[in-house]
T-cell receptor
Framework: DTGVSQDPRHKITKRGQNVTFRCDPI?????LYWYRQTLGQGPEFLTY????????KSRLLSDRFSAERPKGSFSTLEIQRTEQGDSAMYLC????????????FGEGSRLTVL | AQSVTQLDSHVSVSEGTPVLLRCNYS??????LFWYVQHPNKGLQLLLK??????LVKGINGFEAEFKKSETSFHLTKPSAHMSDAAEYFC???????????FGGGTRLMVKP
């Protein structure tokens, strides 16, 4: 158990619908990251938070994507007007301290857009 | 900018034989390098980490990796494969601010009985 939980584990939706994923790290994890992994590929960085502040966003994060971490604890990743190309595994990872602690990954939320 | 290339997308070995998973990286500074393992329907797990200390790094489950700056390589090895080692392995480089990990494309390790 890495202490990082994600919900839901699987989501099937129709194109054009909005979806939201949630990540719950343990309280000591002040850095939180979102990654996207498509089939047969390595995870790609989307964004990260230091406490509640979103400090960096990848160009992969189009304007249909928004991430929040309102109280510096759990985080949500919302995708609006989903497209079939959004089908992927969305991974959350978290670490304690600053930038050097071990990164712990959740088991991911798999999105299928029909 | 940083990048990682895993030279083999699939590696197949027999149980009890050595494992070699190859990784080359590109970085404009002294990088931190990692190997992660991903079993089906499981989260990514850290195998080992290099952060400019000893160039030979030992990890969990008998894996080790050697950092070779002159070759910009960080290959993962294990003397004797076990059936439970079958999984996807990712070589990862971290930027020097610790803000972002860049993953390689992955190597799927298959272990034959």
């Amino acid at each position: 158990d890495t202490g990082v939980s994600q919900d839901p584990r699987h989501k099937i939706t129709k194109r054009g619908q909005n979806v939201t994923f949630r990540c719950d790290p343990i309280s000591e994890h002040n850095r939180l990251y979102w990654y996207r992994q498509t089939l047969g590929q390595g995870p790609e960085f989307l964004t990260y938070f230091q406490n509640e502040a979103q400090l960096e966003k990848s160009r992969l994060l189009s304007d249909r994507f928004s991430a929040e971490r309102p109280k510096g604890s759990f985080s949500t990743l919302e995708i609006q007007r989903t497209e079939q190309g959004d089908s992927a595994m969305y991974l959350c990872a978290a670490r304690m301290g600053g930038s050097t602690g071990e990164l712990f990954f959740g088991e991911g939320s798999r999105l299928t857009v029909l | 900018a940083q990048s990682v290339t895993q030279l083999d997308s699939h590696v197949s070995v027999s149980e009890g034989t050595p494992v070699l998973l190859r990784c080359n990286y590109s970085s404009s500074y002294s990088p931190s390098l990692f190997w992660y393992v991903q079993h089906p329907n499981k989260g990514l797990q850290l195998l080992l980490k290099y952060t400019s200390a000893a160039t030979l790094v030992k990890g969990i489950n008998g894996f080790e990796a050697e950092f070779k700056k002159s070759e910009t390589s960080f290959h993962l090895t294990k003397p004797s494969a076990h059936m439970s080692d079958a999984a996807e392995y990712f070589c990862v480089v971290e930027d020097n601010a610790g803000n972002m990990l860049t993953f390689g494309g992955g190597t799927r390790l298959m272990v034959k009985p």
